[in-house]
């Protein structure tokens, strides 16, 4: 899927006029070069994805930050990767935490489809985009014509539908974000992990024909005899690195339980 993109720059120091990234130290095969952290804003910023628990970044961010203000602390969803540290760094800069999830919330707001966050002069508006996990959500900067995916769309590589996550729900999120890259005239997807990419629709229209494709595919593989997730990991995944087949593998469950409810 690489070749489908047009990222932008690598991850850390990645910005557009309004977002800054802050790269976690936590590089591997699911997380790439690691989590980015987007700090938003000029005077009074916001963070989105704070990261890992991870004391040395959480500063490094803090740092970043300078005397700015921290408004809040938004999570693209409740995955460790990018909420661990969210707690740390609410003690660290003195903001509440905003997710849809209930239990990674610190404060009494929390994030839902069609809210308006403002941030000194600018605004990021909440789109509820549940898939590769329940309570994933993207947030676009008007500002720069950017959307921030979180792990729904990656900078490189494809999204994993992960154990809380829902295959019908995401081919549903990548319509819904397709359609509105074109109408907002999206110029840039501003992911969790990997580069910035410049064109969105080509970018969603792959995401989009990937998923089509891997379907095919895995019907192809159980009509051949393939019954187990791993054996239909061997066979779709067959020139994929190793290293990523338990990933793999719980893509497949999630697209066998998808193509069993069709």
């Excluded at 800054?20 to 938003?40: K, Q, R």
């Excluded at 729900?169 to 990548?174: A, I, P």
């Excluded at 997807?189 to 990937?210: K, M, R």
């Excluded at 019907?219 to 061997?234: D, H, K, L, N, Y």
């Amino acid at each position: 899927m690489s070749g489908l993109y047009v990222p932008l720059a690598g991850p850390d120091g990645t910005r557009t006029d309004h977002a800054e990234n802050v790269l976690a130290p936590n590089p591997s095969e699911m997380t790439l070069e690691g989590t980015n952290t987007w700090v938003i804003g000029t005077t009074d910023v916001v963070v989105v994805d704070p990261g890992p628990d991870d004391e040395a970044h959480l500063r490094r961010v803090a740092e970043h930050v300078g005397r700015r203000r921290v408004t809040a602390i938004l999570l693209t969803h409740g995955h460790h990767d990018h909420s661990g540290g969210a707690k740390r760094f609410a003690e660290l800069v003195g903001a509440p935490v905003r997710a849809l999830d209930p239990r990674h919330r610190l404060g009494d707001e929390g994030l839902s489809d069609g809210d308006v966050i403002e941030v000194g002069g600018l605004e990021l508006r909440v789109y509820g985009t549940p898939g590769h996990s329940f309570d994933s959500l993207c947030f676009w900067l008007p500002a720069d014509r950017a959307m921030l995916t979180g792990d729904t769309v990656l900078g490189r590589g494809t999204t994993v539908i992960a154990h809380d996550g829902n295959l019908a729900d995401y081919l549903r999120t990548l319509d819904l974000l397709r359609a509105t890259a074109e109408e907002l005239e999206a110029e840039t997807l501003l992911p969790g992990h990997g580069p910035a990419l410049a064109d969105p629709v080509f970018a969603l229209d792959g995401y989009i024909v990937h998923r089509r494709e891997r379907l095919d595919q895995i019907r192809a593989a159980r009509a051949s005899g393939a019954r187990t997730p791993r054996e239909i990991v061997e066979i779709v995944y067959a020139d994929v690195d190793t290293a990523l087949w338990p990933a793999a593998e719980m893509s497949v469950r999630a697209q066998v339980d998808y193509l069993d409810r069709l």
